[in-house]
């Protein structure tokens, strides 16, 4: 009966508010990353995108005008991570925070003594637990650049964080094997480092060497945007983001 509910509450959507066809050739027209998909693939992301657009609260702040196109570039990007998984893996929040540039939160760590310190360090992106997903616009509209997405970053994390904090091992399919995870991603972290180390161009943005979570967030944009160079740095971290998203961005 539930599944007959959902199943007729998505056809009304979709049939209500389909996201208009010149906004989604549009989104095409300026993201590879969903250009290049298939075309059944194409398909079930914009559907995907449409009920997010239902599910998911946006909301652009500092006077942000966002316009339809925006509505759908940023709703299909967001769903990327989640074409093969369902947007059921985006359960326990509500809304997607959207400034027009880099944002200042204030942030309190209190020290070991009982201090506690303020920063105020720039974002593009930030992911609350149990909270919203913040983005910067302006960092969005720079999606794909060396391999950079700050939407499939912050997701990235939001799907870590199903089975508490983000520490880099979102809930795995039962096909998969939490060591072989731990031990791919741990030696591909140690690649990255020596590589950044040793004064090398990295194959991986370096903000991922900040801690697991980060570093599992990274790989996520690479996997997506820049497939061929993450798979040339770690075969292995390839096929378990595979495994993980049940998706193959290239061919073999």
Not at 13 to 33: G, K, Q, T, Y
Not at 34 to 44: E, M, T
């Amino acid at each position: 009966m539930f599944s007959f509910l959902r199943r007729w509450r998505e056809r009304r959507i979709l049939a209500r508010h389909p996201i208009p066809e010149p906004d989604w050739r549009a989104v095409l027209a300026v993201s590879e990353v969903i250009r290049r998909l298939p075309a059944s693939d194409q398909a079930r992301l914009r559907v995907l995108a449409t009920l997010l657009l239902r599910e998911k609260s946006l909301e652009p702040v500092q006077g942000l005008q966002f316009t339809g196109v925006m509505r759908a570039k940023l709703a299909a990007l967001a769903c990327l991570p989640v074409l093969k998984l369902g947007l059921t893996w985006y359960r326990g929040w509500h809304s997607i925070v959207i400034y027009p540039d880099t944002f200042v939160p204030e942030l309190e760590q209190v020290d070991a003594a009982g201090v506690v310190h303020r920063q105020h360090t720039p974002l593009s992106g930030e992911a609350w637990h149990h909270g919203p997903v913040i983005l910067a616009w302006n960092t969005v509209e720079r999606a794909g650049s060396w391999g950079q997405n700050v939407v499939i970053h912050e997701m990235a994390h939001k799907l870590d964080m199903l089975n508490g904090e983000a520490n880099g091992c979102p809930p795995l399919h039962a096909s998969m094997r939490r060591r072989e995870w731990t031990r791919v991603l741990n030696a591909a972290y140690r690649q990255l480092g020596e590589q950044w180390q040793a004064g090398l161009t990295p194959a991986l943005d370096p903000y991922g060497l900040e801690n697991p979570g980060e570093f599992f967030a990274v790989a996520s944009e690479a996997f997506f945007e820049a497939p061929r160079r993450l798979r040339k740095f770690s075969p292995e971290l390839y096929q378990q983001l595979s495994l993980f998203y049940r998706q193959q961005p290239l061919p073999d």
